[in-house]
Structure formats: C-alpha cells, structure tokens
C-alpha cells in the first residue's frame, strides 16, 4: 500500500502540533499567552496547508475508509478558519474567570483533528473514532469552568446523554455492519440493493446519534442547559463547529452508503427538520438568558439546514452547505457582541442588559441590528440568503409542505429577534459598558458583519465555491 | 506431550483453586490477590494453546490495569477487615438458596453451548484454521500497523485527550505545602544552619528562630 503521505498532511502537521504546544505549555512556565498565540499559528499554517490540496479532486486512502475531495476541503477551511475566530476573541474571557490555562486551546485544538477525521471519514469506524476524539474534547470544555457549579453540570451532562447517543451510534453501525459486511461506504452501497428492516434500523440509530451532536428535535433536551452553563467562549465553539462536522457527516453518510434507500430515511429527516424549525421558534420566544436563546434559535437554524438534505438532490446539499456557512459567520458574529457586554471584568449575558444600548453603544447596536435582522431571514442581510437558497431546493423537489412550515416558523422566530432589536433600541438605557475590547474581538466582529451586510452585493463568491461540491 | 499435559493440569488447578478462593476467602484483600493469581494462570493457559497476543493482553490490562485498581480501591475504602456477616450469621443466610440457583442455571447454559458447539453437523477442524505459519501477535501487528495505522494513531490522541481531560479537572495546586527540595537541600551551606555563640556563664541565650 503506497500513500500518498502529503493528503493527510493538514491532519498530521495538527497533531505534531497538539503535542508540540503541550511540550512547550508543560515545560515552559507562563506560556499561555505564547500557547494561544501559537496554536492560532497553527490553524493558519493548516488552512494554508488545506487550501493546497484543493486542486486535487476525490482521492480516497488508507484501502478507501478515508476521502479527500472537494466538499472535505471546504468544511476543513471553514472549520479552520472558525476556529481562528474563536480563538482570538476568547483570550480576555478566559483570563476573566481565571481559566486562561494552555490546557484549552489544546483541547480545542483536538476537537478540531476530530472533527477534520469525522469530515473526510468514508468508513464507520473512522468516523466513529474521530466522533469520540471531538466529543471527549468537548466534555472537558464544557466543564472547564470546574469551580462554577452551572459549568460542571453542563459538562456532565453533556458526557452522560453524548455516551448515550454514541452507544446508540454504534449499535446502528454493528447492525449496518452485520447486514452489509462492511463498515466501508463504498462497500455498503454496493450491498444495499434488497433492502432488509434491520438496515433501516441501523440507519435511525445512527440519525440519532447524530442528530443529538447537532442538537436537533427530538434529541436537542442537552443544548440550553449546555450552552448556558459552559463559559460563553466554549459555548461559541459548540454552538459553531461541531456542527459543521456533524452536518459534514450526515450528508456523507446519507448520500455516499444509502443514497438507494432515501425512500427509508427521507421522512426521518422531514420530520426531524419540521420538528427542529417549530420547536427553535417556540421555545425561544419565552428567554431571558442569551445563550439559552442562541440554544433554542441554533435548534430551528438545524432544522433548515436538514430541510436543504432532505430534498435528496445535489441543490439541496449544496443549499444546506451554504446555509451552515452563513449560519457560522452570522452566530459568530452574534457571539461577539456578547462579549463585548463587560463592565469591569463581568460579562453580562441576559436579555435586559442590552436593554437602550443604543444611547451609549451606537455602533455595536447597529452590528447587533445586522446581525439580528440577517438570523431572522431579512433581505437584503446574508441569513436571507441562506433561506432562500434551502426553500429554493425544497420547492424544486417539490416538498411544498416542508417549504411552508419552515416559511411560517421563520415568521414565528421573527418575533423574539426583532424583540432583542425593540429593546436595544426603545427601551431605557442602563450603565455603560467597557469599551476597549482586544484587537483580535473588534476584527472578527466587524469582518463578520460586513460579510452579513454586503454578502448581497456579490453572491457568487460563496455560491462558485459550493457550487464545485458533488459527492453523489 | 506429557510435559504440556502436566504444565496444563498445574495451571488449570491453580486457576480454579484461586477463583474458589476469590469467593470465600474472608479477607477482600486477599480476594483481590487471588483473583490476580487467577488472572496470571488463565493467562499461562493462553500462551500454552498458542493465543500469545491474548495471554500477554490478560496480563497487561486485567493483571496490571484492572486488578491493581481493585486493590487500590479495596484499601481505600477500607473494607479489608469487614467480617462476612455471609458466612457468619447463626439463623442462616437467605442468599444462598437463590445463588446456588442462578450458579446452576449458568453451568447449564454452558454446557449446552459447548454441546451445542461440539455437536454443531458443519463444525470446522480447528486444526484447518491454522494456514500460516506466523503468530497472532505477528498477523495482527501486519494489519494494526499497515492498514490499520491511522486508526491506531488517532486512538492514541484520544487517549491523550482523556489524560490531558483527567489532569486538567481535577488537579489542583496546593497552597502551604511543604515540598522536599533536592537542590535546596546539597546546596545548604554550614553558614546557613549553624550559629555559633559564646554563651556566657550563668546568663544563658535567647534564641531566635
């Protein structure tokens, strides 16, 4: 067996570097600033190194459980790229809670080699592997915080109901290895053509495993006592990344093995998306907490991003690539600002602190308002966009109902954006806030609002990009 | 042929011997001792039948991992000196009717699947099985570190991230801890200990430490 060793290059350069920085964090004393510096090095080096195998082309190795093509190119980007954000706007939190440790940027650094292994994974062993390594990552992050009560038990009971779904995972993936004989996707579409019940088992233990990582319904009871409890910095990382893998993972696993049975699993994923749109904008109406309602309002952006794989054709991918992309930028946006609510090194997190921000913070209450208008769905912001290109793909499949539903619960989840916008703007001011954020908070906010703001001027940036990616 | 036979039944009644011993012997301490000696012979039985890789496994995870937490725990907890109130209580213990019950049904249910197994009508000669001439160790060392590779590696990080996980939520530096200091301690000088003071007669000194 010849490999080619410079395909798995981004993937090998990040692990040298994980243990590289955990010598350098163990032995040097004081490197955390040095530590944070280096590993946002690293995501740079590795997404140049990314950006280099772009030209490639579907290439698969390691006896085909592990692909390399242009759709895991993207997603490693984006998750590098995102990751960089995170990072860089997260160091003054830390050092707030007195959590500014080495330990957490290589953590998230692991989390993300896991999640590069889920997005090229083209066998369910190599899947599962890369799964556990993010997921054990993201156990440890959610509880970093291990003197505040809320932080541990988010942590736990991430860990609990996350062994959970990954024992029910893995039970799908030995009942689709005991009826296919294979854990290769390739392997098993080429065995799937009589169709046994136990199959379709399979396939539902695995959506549920997977719908529980990107917290759609009826698997999403983890995510607003998770994202309320874990420090707001992990929680901007859960709330982005791992669901880029994990929607990696679904439409690989979807479309690559089981593309001949989408008469078995296309109504699981109707429904779940139904489901995920309704219930993230109900549910988040009644909110006092801000990251309890990005919680709810990620659960229904979920929904629309399955809505655009439940079509079954290559638009819908492709419209539910481009809405997780936006779905990133405009969250990390969103994060931002709630970083920028401190007052002498106390951040502030609840819905009324926000309330006639705009007398003494112009500016943020103007990014804000972008901000807010775009995950509401108003043209001309980028989150219009992204709607528009799902119900596009779902309306040329003709699933009008699925269009409809998820028409009338972008209504609903209007309510409690335009809501936030009513209180910054017409209610009565409080103290102000601190205003000398770091370098690396202003830059990512303001590179995030104007891509919401004037992504309208040239779409095609984004869509020529996407447009490349075919994995049917 | 005779020696293997002999090395066999030495082993074989070590280990049952040891797991009896594991039941009722009184003291959890040596329970956990036996049940290591029973995990050393099950593991000679092993190497005698050619399962190498599976006996040194047995000995590294059960004997060094899993047998040493036992005791780890049994001596934390304390409960080496419990007396078995089991074996002891005059009015006859209500559990034992109930185990010898379920022990029963177990040793049925193993003998029907070794019978089950014997007797099986397309059952392979074991003998048939064994077309190479290299060890497990060896045939599952070509694959684990060829085709397999990436899998093993990426195992490893994930056994990183679960130490680095452990270390980093429950270590916690300790405030007023006296450390030994090896280089504080070879480079005390006889200047920094000792004072030498002539005492003057019937006055004494006071000393300040």
């Known amino acids: 067996m010849n490999i080619d060793i410079n395909l798995i290059l981004p993937e090998i350069f990040l692990s040298l570097s994980i243990m590289t920085l955990l010598m350098i964090g163990v032995f040097k004393k004081n490197s955390t600033s040095l530590i944070f510096n280096l590993s946002v090095l690293t995501l740079l080096i590795l997404s140049a190194l990314i950006l280099n195998l772009s030209n490639i082309g579907e290439t698969f190795i390691f006896n085909q459980s592990y692909v390399i093509d242009d759709f895991s190119n993207f997603m490693k980007i984006l998750t590098a790229i995102s990751t960089i954000f995170v990072m860089s706007v997260s160091a003054d939190f830390l050092k707030s809670l007195n959590i500014y440790k080495i330990e957490y940027p290589i953590l998230i650094l692991c989390s993300l080699l896991g999640m590069m292994v889920m997005i090229s994974s083209n066998d369910l062993i190599v899947f599962y592997l890369g799964l556990e390594l993010q997921s054990l990552a993201l156990y440890v992050l959610a509880a970093f915080n291990r003197d505040n009560i809320l932080s541990t038990e988010s942590g736990l009971k991430y860990f609990v109901l996350s062994a959970l779904s990954s024992g029910l995972l893995l039970y799908g993936c030995s009942l689709i290895y005991g009826f296919t004989g294979s854990t290769n996707f390739i392997d098993i579409s080429s065995n799937t053509y009589e169709v046994p019940y136990a199959l379709t088992f399979g396939i539902v233990f695995i959506l549920v495993g997977l719908a529980f990582k990107i917290s759609a319904v009826p698997f999403h009871m983890w995510a607003p006592d998770v994202y309320q409890g874990s420090p707001t910095s992990v929680t901007m990382f859960f709330a982005l990344i791992p669901k880029i893998a994990a929607t990696c993972v679904f439409i690989r696993f979807l479309y690559v093995p089981f593309i001949n049975m989408i008469d078995q699993w296309q109504m699981i994923i109707i429904f779940i998306s139904i489901a995920s749109m309704i219930f993230g904008a109900v549910a988040a109406i009644g909110q006092k907490n801000l990251k309890r309602l990005i919680a709810y309002s990620s659960i229904g952006h979920m929904g629309y991003s399955l809505a655009g794989i439940a079509t079954g054709s290559i638009g819908g991918i492709q419209s539910s690539i481009t809405y997780i992309t936006i779905y990133v930028i405009m969250n990390l946006a969103l994060f931002c600002c709630l970083f920028m609510l401190r007052r002498n090194n106390n951040y502030f997190e609840n819905i009324d602190d926000l309330s006639g921000l705009s007398k003494n913070h112009p500016i943020l209450s103007l990014s804000l308002l972008i901000i807010l208008f775009s995950l509401a769905g108003i043209p001309p912001m980028a989150g219009f966009f992204a709607k528009f290109y799902v119900f596009m793909a779902v309306i040329e499949q003709s699933m009008y109902f699925l269009a409809i539903v998820g028409l009338l619960s972008t209504v609903i989840a209007a309510f409690y954006y335009l809501r936030i916008i009513k209180i910054i703007y017409f209610d009565p001011s409080k103290d102000k806030y601190d205003t000398n954020h770091s370098f690396g908070l202003k830059i990512s906010l303001l590179v995030s609002t104007v891509f919401i703001l004037f992504y309208f001027i040239y779409p095609n940036s984004l869509i020529n990009i996407i447009s490349k990616i075919n994995i049917i | ?209």
């Open chain 2, 1 to 209: 042929m005779i020696a293997h036979a002999i090395f066999f039944y030495i082993f074989s009644f070590i280990a049952i011997v040891s797991a009896i011993m594991v039941t009722v012997s009184k003291n959890t301490v040596h329970s956990v001792f036996f049940l290591i000696l029973d995990f050393i012979s099950i593991s000679c039985l092993f190497i005698m039948i050619g399962a190498e890789f599976l006996g040194m496994i047995m000995l590294i995870v059960y004997v060094g991992a899993v047998a040493v937490l036992f005791l780890f725990v049994v001596m934390m907890l304390n409960v080496a000196h419990q007396k078995n109130i089991f074996f002891k209580s005059n009015q006859g213990s209500k559990h034992i009717p109930i185990g010898l019950f379920v022990s029963l049904i177990i040793f049925f249910e193993l003998i029907i699947v070794v019978g089950g197994w014997k007797y099986k009508p397309e059952l392979n000669n074991i003998s048939s099985l064994e077309t190479t001439s290299i060890s497990n160790t060896h045939s599952i060392g070509y694959v684990l570190y060829t085709d397999y590779i990436h899998l093993f590696q990426l195992s490893g990080m994930i056994l990183l991230v679960a130490m680095i996980g452990a270390i980093i939520l429950t270590y916690r530096k300790r405030e007023g801890l006296k450390r030994q200091s090896y280089f504080s301690q070879i480079s005390r000088e006889k200047i920094d200990g000792v004072d030498l003071v002539d005492v003057e007669k019937n006055k004494g000194i006071k000393i300040d430490v």
